[in-house]
């Protein structure tokens, strides 16, 4: 199941980069964050490949070390995805409501926040606020969820509301501002609900589990549960975006596909 989620997310997304990169019309600044939000995802289905490799030995083969990377890198890439899901809702929220365009000075800075912010918060296990350790089955390395002691409560309560809890906030205003707009223009196709449900699907398990870990005992959860995000994102956000859509058709058929000026628009 790993080595799927792993190879898929990784095509899939691969090709929203690679589309984004080499077909002009796509190089715009809302975009971009599309691609950013790709590049999260791709680094999450590395991590995935490699949890899938070790579970293919049985074993963690890369030592102490190896695991704190391991952990370090699929922390900082879990966040950087959440973070952009919040970021392209916001941009379309200005599209769509208030008819302001992104601008690529915006863009850039709102990128490099996202990934300066994500690596702060995920490189603090690793001077000793929280901790990174192998999960249950030792395959693999994460947050040490297990010991839901004093130092990984106060690291976990102000990490989820700066990395989750506001995001989720920001999906799911920004959606349900641009559904009434939509109301109100007449067109019933746009379902606020599906980035947002997305969103839940794909990290609330491991919310849930977090938390829960603050107050019982975590062994009792079964550790294989994974997440599936980077196949999710890639279908809502690249093969969902008529615009991103087209640039990707260009890309691997090189017939060009006329698309509406609006960009980011969402069936």
Same mark, same amino acid.
């Given at each position: 199941?790993l080595l799927?989620?792993g190879?898929l997310?990784?095509?899939?997304?691969?090709?929203?980069?690679?589309?984004f990169?080499?077909?002009?019309?796509?190089?715009t !600044?809302?975009?971009?964050?599309v691609?950013? =939000?790709a590049?999260?995802d791709?680094g999450i289905?590395m991590?995935?490949s490699? %949890? %899938?490799?070790?579970?293919?030995l049985?074993? +963690?083969p $890369?030592?102490?070390?190896g695991?704190?990377?391991?952990?370090?890198?699929?922390?900082?890439t879990?966040?950087?995805?959440?973070?952009?899901m919040?970021?392209? %809702?916001?941009?379309? $929220?200005?599209?769509?409501?208030?008819?302001t365009? =992104? &601008? +690529?000075?915006?863009a850039?800075?709102? %990128?490099v926040?996202? +990934?300066?912010?994500?690596?702060?918060?995920a490189?603090?296990p690793?001077?000793?606020?929280?901790?990174?350790?192998y999960e #249950?089955l030792?395959?693999?390395?994460? =947050?040490? $969820?297990? *010991?839901?002691d004093?130092?990984?409560?106060?690291?976990?309560?102000p990490?989820?509301?700066?990395?989750?809890?506001? &995001?989720?906030f920001?999906?799911?205003s920004?959606?349900q501002?641009?559904? &009434?707009?939509f109301?109100?223009?007449g067109n !019933?196709?746009?379902?606020p609900?599906? #980035?947002l *449900?997305?969103?839940l699907?794909? +990290?609330? !398990?491991?919310?849930?589990?977090?938390?829960?870990?603050a107050?019982?005992n975590a062994n009792?959860?079964s550790p294989?549960l994974?997440?599936?995000? #980077?196949?999710f994102?890639?279908?809502?956000?690249? =093969?969902?975006n008529?615009n $991103?859509?087209?640039g990707?058709?260009?890309?691997?058929?090189?017939?060009?596909?006329?698309?509406? &000026?609006?960009?980011n628009?969402?069936k």
């Open positions: 199941m799927v989620e190879m997310g990784f095509l899939l997304n691969a090709v929203t980069i690679v589309a990169l080499k077909v002009r019309e796509l190089r !600044p809302s975009n971009f964050l691609f950013s =939000l590049m999260a791709i289905s991590n995935a490699i %949890a %899938a490799f070790s579970s293919f049985r074993y +963690w $890369y030592g102490s070390e695991c704190q990377t391991h952990g370090f890198h699929g922390f900082i879990a966040l950087a995805s959440i973070h952009f919040a970021a392209i %809702a916001w941009d379309r $929220y200005h599209q769509y409501c208030t008819r365009k =992104l &601008q +690529w000075s915006s850039i800075t709102l %990128a926040f996202v +990934w300066l912010f994500t690596a702060f918060w490189a603090m690793l001077i000793g606020w929280g901790e990174y350790d #249950p030792r395959t693999c390395c994460t =947050l040490d $969820y297990t *010991k839901g004093r130092n990984y409560v106060s690291y976990l309560i990490m989820s509301i700066f990395n989750m809890a506001i &995001q989720v920001v999906v799911m920004s959606y501002a641009i559904a &009434q707009k109301k109100k223009t !019933p196709r746009f379902n609900n599906t #980035p *449900k997305t969103m699907l794909c +990290w609330g !398990p491991y919310g849930v589990l977090a938390f829960y870990a107050v019982e009792l959860v294989k994974r997440m599936t995000s #980077p196949i994102n890639a279908f809502l956000y690249a =093969l969902g008529e $991103y859509r087209g990707i058709w260009q890309f691997l058929t090189g017939e060009k596909i006329e698309v509406p &000026q609006i960009e628009k969402s």
